[in-house]
Nanobody, 120 residues
Framework: QVQLLESGGGLVQAGGSLRLSCAASGGTFSDYAMGWLRQAPGAEREFVGAISKSGDRAYYSDSVKGRFTISRDNAKNTVYLQMNSLKLEDTAVYYC?????????????WGQGTQVTVSS
């Protein structure tokens, strides 16, 4: 059983930056592809990005491509989401997720989420 704990959310002005972290425990971190998803009020949860087990491949949704960067440190059991040029529409609860299988498809484990609020 993998436990995921996000941190780093908060309030930021449009155009600003935030870095989210997700610390994993309870499993071998490098066995898991990691992802970030988000859910805005009244909306369905949506894919933000994902990174392969080794960190050599990353994928992003079109809405964040070029602004967000996912990275991971397997020695620290942590995955990061660097968010730059934040927009109002990036406001959401951001969730970290993990899976043992292929990088696309259903996620096996979820964190509790961290709120990101972008203000004008």
């Amino acid at each position: 059983q993998v436990q995921l704990l996000e941190s780093g959310g908060g309030l930021v002005q449009a155009g600003g930056s935030l870095r989210l972290s997700c610390a994993a425990s309870g499993g071998t971190f490098s066995d898991y592809a990691m992802g970030w998803l988000r859910q805005a009020p009244g909306a369905e949860r949506e894919f933000v990005g994902a990174i392969s087990k080794s960190g050599d491949r990353a994928y992003y949704s079109d809405s964040v491509k070029g602004r967000f960067t996912i990275s991971r440190d397997n020695a620290k059991n942590t995955v990061y989401l660097q968010m730059n040029s934040l927009k109002l529409e990036d406001t959401a609860v951001y969730y970290c997720a993990a899976k043992r299988g292929p990088i696309f498809g259903a996620w096996d484990y979820w964190g509790q989420g961290t709120q990101v609020t972008v203000s004008s």
